[in-house]
């Protein structure tokens, strides 16, 4: 704008001039106005790229609170999601930083903002899949634990139990695993757990099984010898009476 004035009151006294002067600063004063018109939507944009970068960030940091709070040991990728989401607070706020300065680097800003959000998406979407294995692999346990308690408490018919307490290794490695993080490994372990307990109860159900069905041949041997001897005892009657007679 000074210039375009500087430029007006050089030529004055010189019609031709004047009028060459006045296009010039016109045509001066237009490039400023959208010079500042483009730098006002550049910032714009910053601003919104900022704000889904903060609200992604707010995510992330909720998942984290949620993963330090469940009484579970955190897995590496837990440990590695919380390093991120600090480096990403970081950044964010040099951002925000930079982008509160006059006439900044918009572009270069609006790109930081964007790598800040995407990152803390992949930070979130890390630690909400770790937790849902946490939950799965807790689940694991529990069932497991319960099945192993079944089994060792089994008792059946015929003075038949499950001897020892079968699984209760595997839920001690599962255990182990869970408060070392390794999730997966945990329900590897449950999963073992729980298969041993069942075996364990279906091998005692089915030595009950045994038991009865050779009871129950016992009991129809011992009434066809009862029906046998009768039958002898009734011809031998008979063969006394008739020769009585």
């Known amino acids: 704008r000074k210039a375009a004035r500087a430029s007006v009151e050089a030529a004055t006294g010189d019609p031709f001039k004047t009028g060459e002067a006045l296009a010039a600063g016109s045509a001066s004063l237009d490039q400023g106005w959208g010079s500042v018109g483009n730098d006002r939507d550049a910032y714009a944009e910053v601003d919104r790229s900022l704000k889904a970068a903060r609200s992604q ?67 979130a979407a890390a630690l909400k899949g770790e937790l849902a294995a946490a939950a799965r692999a807790t689940e694991a346990i529990s069932h497991a634990a319960s099945k192993v308690r079944e089994a060792t408490n089994w ?3 015929y003075g038949v139990s499950v001897p020892g307490s079968p699984g209760s290794g595997s839920i001690d490695s599962a255990r182990g695993a869970l408060n070392n993080g390794d999730y997966e490994g945990a329900i590897r372990y449950a999963e073992s757990a729980r298969g041993a307990a069942i075996a364990a109860i279906e091998t005692a159900e089915a030595e009950v099984s045994r038991r009865r069905r050779a009871e129950e041949e016992e009991q129809r041997r011992q009434e066809e010898e009862r029906r046998r001897r009768q039958r002898e005892e009734d011809d031998r009657r008979r063969r006394s009476d008739d020769s009585s007679s």
């Open 57 to 123: 960030l707010d995510s992330a940091a909720r998942l984290a609170a949620d993963a330090k709070g469940d009484a579970v040991a955190d897995s590496p990728a837990i440990s590695a999601a919380y390093r991120d989401i600090a480096k990403l607070e970081t950044a964010y706020a040099s951002a925000v930083s930079g982008a509160q300065a006059e006439h900044g680097d918009w572009p270069s800003l609006d790109r930081e903002a964007d790598r800040v959000t995407s990152e803390a998406a992949r930070s």
């Open 155 to 157: 008792t059946g018919s």
